[in-house]
């Protein structure tokens, strides 16, 4: 009992550091962010949604607050709009990379929890369970645009730098959720929800 729960954990812990090796690989190469002019495209919410899926909402946080760091890396030098931020308030700008993120975990993986309650499944029904993934991909990704623009405009709303972006506060963030935010909904639902559907399936069969 003792070797197969000690095998457990040490599995855990290596499906735990392969996704947190992912998170980084991504946010330090092109692969986790899609730059175009000013518009900065990240796929950082994939992993994260993933490890809260596959390994439960308090690793997700985990995956998250990596996720985070390394956002907040990037307002030094490596992003235009971080950086600004950064030059402005480093302590408001860390906490706008950073809570959004966490909470990206705990929201998609209390979701999953949710959703197993009410939608059965089993290995007959993949579409059924390709729904729940795809929702909590979803609802993972909305978490991380809506916290992290909400953020925006209560630290930032009374600086200068805000009101260059518009004339009001929707006008803002009207600026701020456009296509890249869409982009980030839609490739973290569909690619985030097949890959974390399948990850589960493999795990749920190696640990039959």
Not at 59 to 84: E, H, K, N, P, R
Not at 172 to 181: E, S
């Amino acid at each position: 009992m003792n070797k197969n729960l000690s095998r457990s954990r040490t599995l855990h812990l290596t499906q735990l550091a392969l996704l947190t090796a992912i998170l980084l690989l991504m946010a330090f190469t092109p692969l986790g962010y899609l730059k175009i002019l000013t518009l900065s495209i990240t796929f950082l919410t994939i992993p994260v949604v993933i490890g809260a899926t596959a390994l439960g909402t308090t690793d997700g946080a985990i995956l998250g607050l990596v996720f985070g760091i390394t956002s907040y890396a990037q307002c030094f030098g490596m992003d235009a709009f971080g950086t600004t931020l950064c030059g402005i308030n480093p302590f408001y700008t860390a906490l706008m990379c950073i809570i959004p993120r966490v909470l990206i975990g705990p929201v998609s993986g209390g979701l999953l929890h949710l959703l197993n309650r009410v939608i059965k499944t089993d290995s007959h029904h993949v579409g059924r369970r390709m729904l729940k993934y795809m929702l909590c991909c979803l609802a993972g990704a909305l978490t991380n645009t809506v916290l992290f623009v909400g953020l925006f405009v209560g630290l930032f709303g009374n600086t200068e730098f805000f009101w260059t972006l518009g004339s009001s506060v929707i006008e803002v963030v009207g600026v701020l959720v456009t296509v890249n935010a869409v982009v980030e909904a839609l490739v973290c639902t569909f690619v985030g929800g097949v890959i974390a559907e399948r990850l589960n399936a493999v795990i749920n069969r190696s640990n039959a």
